[in-house]
Each structure stands twice: as structure tokens, then as C-alpha cells.
């Protein structure tokens, strides 16, 4: 079997390629020069929030931009460092530093690599959006957090990674409040949100960032306002090409196979927060242009990003909505204009460095403030809120285990939360019965047709899926009733029955058996006929007691009656 097929791996760039034209060009190109400079400020910002700096949030969204439009699986979708990996990336590197950052970034990517190549990104859909809500919301809480220092000029040095110590280091500190990098952060997020109203095609943030650079240079110049930091006096900016360094890991084999011991979940859940991220960019993309991207290989294209990134000095990477709502809303059709905007990247990093250096800190402060006012989804948490309390606990509950503990104990106690709401909701729409006497049957089509049960015989009747939690319940009444010689089990709507459903059944069987008594199989569906003939629990109940109507199995029960009452 040829490679191609056994992994799903069909960049569209390549497809794209086959049937390409001047008018497509022409298009991608307009849309990719705008796109990278919708990306200049967003690159810096999140480079410099994520404890590394602007170089490296330049050099990812370049390098990682450029792989991930060459071998992704959408069209249009734009990759780069977004907001929702900061918090991770800055404790990753408190706890670990660079190095760490560097295995943790590798090993994510191949994670990414190895989910795609075994055909898993149809899996991330399965993720219940108010977990996805409620974690971005508590992205956008500590995003918002930490930019209070640079936002109001406040110059600590040592700001506590933790969300509570982080704010009493605040309050403790309201009276080194800069006035002019304070006045200078809040004019940037109102202008950053009065702009989109003014126009839709200047871009708020690069606007924001045009002024207060000449208003801060101006001040700086003429009323020997000094006060406002800048990008250049607290990071140097390289004038060339980013060059291709090895991680300094320790390779002695106790030491290396420990870090990655312990990086591992850092890892999983770098790579588990790019694909969804990545997987739902795309999706909102696919409804915009009416395409379909290959989730498969989107994953494996943002695998092979974040393995090679870290080599050069970046941070993870993934697929970025806004960007890429930015690339189609731009005219942007195919993956060359994800190619032209790293482009664009690429020429401020080697010739505009010195004015890059001269941006000040509290207007990119404001810039992702306004990034995490846009994460934070609050008329979605309205919306979800008046609709469905179970979904608004788990949306609330992941929010804040994100904000005070960290994302992964937060998606795992949302899954579990989502699972256990599920299982309950489930169990109550499942319902198990027993009957005697008389049966109706209107629920199969007939005109309400009361169907008389033979002497000596009992209709078990499970409506719905026969898992764990209902097969308890089954055993459990099983128990409680007085039985009776001849047992039916009605399976018209078990639809699906897992293990301990079996192990239950297969039990409930043989202790019918064992007992004398007879059990007769009624409705049963094709595909749990299957999982049972497996299991071994046809041969045990025997393919003459397996009736595919309740008709049938009642007359097998008469028969069976009828023989008892001669013997």
C-alpha cells in the first residue's frame, strides 16, 4: 500500500498549485503584504509577553507562518505565536527555561506529527465547547494580568507568576504608576477599539502602534518625557537572518530521559491547545469560503512547524483566527498569501529593526489587552449562561482553573465535568422496564397494539444506550424481580452496548440459564447483534432464541410455555 494513503497527508498548498493563476497571484499578494502587517505588532507582542522577545515572536511567526501555509490543510489559514500559548510559555520557562521551552516545543510538535499521521484530528470536534469557552476566557484573564506593569508603566522588576501574587504586587505598587505610560496604554486600547468602527481595513493595532511610536518619540524629543520604555531599552533586535542554533540539553541518560519525564504533560499540552486552536481556525474559515480543510494533515503541517521553530529561537506555534479572518477578509485564496505575509515579516526583522526598537512597551501593553478582551467571549458566556447551567459550571469551573491552578488541570477537570453531565443526562433518557401480562407496542409503528405475554414470561424492555451506568441499573432490577421461567430482553432502541453493558448481560444470562430458566434476545440491532455473537452471548441464549421482532420472540415464548405446561 503506497505511503500516501496509509497517512493522510495532502497539503494544499501543492494542490493549489496545480491549477494557479495571475488573478489568484495578484490576490494573494495583496492580501498577504496586508495580513503581515496586521502580524508585525501581534508577533512582537506576544514574542515579549511570553518571557522571550520580540526577535523570537518575529521568527516564529515567519518560519512557522511559512511551514505551516506550505504543509497545512487549509487554504487560507495563517499560523504564527498566538495569544493563547503566552501563559504557557511563561512558566514553562520560569520552571525550565529556554531549554525547556525548546524539548517541550519539539516534543509538542511531534505529538502533532504522530496525531495527524494516525488520522486524530477528527477527534479535537469532540471537545465540548464550554470547556473551549471557558479556557479561552481564563487565556484572556491572564493575558490581561500581566500586562498591567508594562500597561501602566510601573517598572517592577520581578512580577509574580502566580494570578492572586500577581495582583497584591500590583496593588502594593499603585504608587510607581508612570502617568504617561499609563495615559500612553489607555489612549492605545481606545484607539485600537474605536478604529474598526471608523474603517475595516486599517488595522487597529498597527494603527495604535504608528501613533504612540511618533507620540512617544515626539514626547521623548521635545518635552523630555523619558519615562515611557521602549521596545529597544529592555531588548536588542538582530539585523539578520535568524540563524539555526541546537538546544543546549544535557544528553546524559539519566538527566535527558527525566526532562522529558517531566515536560511531557508541558508538552501534550502545548500540542493539544495548537491543534484545537489550529482545527477550529480552519473549521470558521471552511464556513467563510465555503471549503473544506484536511484536519489530518493541518496537524501534521503544524507538527512539522513546531519541530523545526525551536531550532531557530522560536516558540510554539499554531493556526491564528484573527490572521487568518484577516487573509480572507483580504482577498487572500490560497496558501501563497501565508507565504507573502512571512515575507513581509521576514523584511521587518532585517531592515526596519531600528524602528521596531522604538515602539513603547505600554502601547503594546494595550495591544493585547485588547487581544484578551476579544478571547475572553463574554457575550458567549451570556449567551451560555441564560441556555444551559450545566454547560455554564463547566464553562466557569475550566475559567478559573485556568486563572488559578494551570490549562491542563483545567481541561481535565472540564472533560470529566462534560463526561459525568453527559453520562447523567444519558442514564436519564435510558430507561429499563420490566413487563408482564400485557405489552405495547405502538412505539414500533403499530397503531397502538397491545400485545397479551404469555404465561410464565417477562419482557425486559432497555430503551437506549445499554453502557456502564445503565447496566448497573439493569442489574440491579434484574435482582428485584421475582423471576419468572422464561425471560425476554426487548433491545429495539440499544443502539450501542460497551463492555461492562456485555459483562452484565453475558452475567444475567448464564445465571438465567443456570437457574432453568430460558432467555429470549427480541429487536435486536445488526451491529450489537455483532458485539453479542463476539462475546459469545448468542450461542449461550442460542440463534433460536434470538427473534429480530417482538412478535416473533413472543410467539418463541408461547411455544416455550406451552412446553412447560405439559412437562
Request: charged share 15%.
Amino acid at each position: 500500500m503506497e505511503a500516501k494513503k496509509i497517512v493522510d497527508f495532502h497539503p494544499k498548498f501543492f494542490e493549489c498549485m496545480k491549477n494557479y493563476s495571475r488573478e489568484k497571484l495578484s490576490a494573494d499578494v495583496m492580501a498577504g503584504i496586508i495580513v503581515g502587517i496586521v502580524a508585525i505588532p501581534l508577533a512582537i507582542a506576544f514574542g515579549i509577553a511570553s518571557g522571550v522577545g520580540p526577535t523570537e515572536g518575529l521568527v516564529t511567526a515567519i518560519i512557522a507562518g511559512l511551514i505551516i501555509s506550505v504543509f497545512g490543510g487549509s487554504k487560507v489559514q495563517i499560523g504564527g505565536p498566538t495569544g493563547a500559548f503566552i501563559i504557557i510559555i511563561y512558566g514553562v520557562i520560569q520552571q525550565y527555561g529556554i531549554a525547556g521551552l525548546t524539548i517541550a516545543t519539539i516534543m509538542a510538535g511531534i505529538i502533532l506529527v504522530v496525531m495527524g499521521a494516525c488520522r486524530l484530528g477528527g477527534i479535537i470536534k469532540f471537545m465540548p465547547y464550554p470547556i473551549i469557552v471557558g479556557f479561552t476566557a481564563g487565556i484572556a484573564i491572564t493575558i490581561f494580568s500581566t500586562q498591567i506593569n508594562d500597561l501602566f508603566g510601573m517598572n517592577i522588576s520581578d512580577v509574580p507568576a502566580n494570578f492572586v501574587d500577581k495582583w497584591i504586587c500590583y496593588v502594593k505598587n499603585l504608587g510607581s504608576i508612570d502617568w504617561w505610560s499609563a495615559g500612553m496604554g489607555i489612549l492605545s486600547v481606545a484607539l485600537i477599539a474605536v478604529t474598526p468602527k471608523l474603517s475595516k481595513k486599517i488595522p487597529g493595532s498597527l494603527l495604535a502602534i504608528i501613533v504612540m511610536t511618533v507620540v512617544a518619540w515626539l514626547l521623548r524629543e521635545y518635552a523630555d518625557v523619558t519615562s515611557i520604555k521602549r521596545i529597544g531599552d529592555l531588548y536588542a533586535l538582530p539585523s539578520g537572518l535568524p540563524s539555526f542554533r541546537l538546544p543546549s540539553v544535557n544528553f546524559e541518560t539519566g538527566t535527558f530521559f527525566s526532562t522529558i519525564q517531566e515536560l511531557a504533560p508541558v508538552a501534550f499540552t502545548i500540542a493539544m491547545l495548537g491543534a484545537i486552536e489550529s482545527l477550529l481556525s480552519a473549521m470558521v474559515a471552511d464556513g467563510v469560503i465555503g471549503d473544506r480543510h484536511n484536519s489530518n494533515t493541518e496537524l501534521i503541517g503544524q507538527g512539522i512547524a513546531n519541530i523545526v521553530v525551536p531550532f531557530f529561537g522560536g516558540i510554539p506555534a499554531t493556526g491564528a483566527i484573527a490572521r487568518t479572518m484577516a487573509n480572507i477578509n483580504n482577498g487572500g485564496k490560497t496558501p501563497v498569501a501565508g507565504v507573502v505575509h512571512t515575507l513581509v515579516l521576514l523584511l521587518v526583522l532585517l531592515f526596519l529593526g531600528s524602528i521596531v526598537e522604538l515602539i513603547p512597551m505600554p502601547c503594546l501593553a494595550g495591544v493585547l489587552v485588547m487581544v484578551a478582551y476579544n478571547m475572553s467571549g463574554w457575550r458567549t458566556i451570556l449567551s451560555m449562561y441564560r441556555s444551559s447551567m450545566a454547560g455554564t459550571g463547566v464553562l466557569f469551573v475550566t475559567m478559573l482553573l485556568t486563572v488559578f491552578f494551570d490549562l491542563t488541570l483545567a481541561i481535565e477537570v472540564g472533560l470529566v465535568m462534560a463526561i459525568v453531565i453527559f453520562m447523567k443526562r444519558v442514564m436519564a433518557s435510558t430507561n429499563i422496564s420490566v413487563v408482564r401480562d400485557e405489552l405495547d407496542v405502538h412505539n414500533d409503528g403499530e397503531n397502538d397494539e397491545k400485545l397479551t405475554i404469555p404465561a410464565r414470561t417477562e419482557v425486559f424492555e432497555i430503551e437506549g444506550p445499554f453502557f456502564f451506568g445503565i447496566a448497573n441499573k439493569f442489574e440491579e432490577l434484574t435482582r428485584e424481580t421475582d423471576a419468572l421461567p422464561i425471560r425476554i430482553v426487548r433491545m429495539r432502541k440499544v443502539t450501542f452496548i460497551d463492555s461492562t453493558g456485555m459483562h452484565n448481560l453475558e452475567i444475567f444470562v448464564k445465571s438465567s440459564i443456570d437457574s432453568g430458566r430460558v432467555i429470549i434476545l427480541s429487536g435486536v440491532h445488526e451491529n450489537v447483534e455483532k458485539s453479542l455473537q463476539k462475546a459469545g452471548i448468542v450461542d449461550l441464549v442460542g440463534k433460536e432464541n434470538v427473534c429480530n421482532h417482538i412478535h416473533l420472540a413472543l410467539e418463541r415464548a408461547k411455544q416455550l410455555s406451552d412446553m412447560m405446561a405439559h412437562v
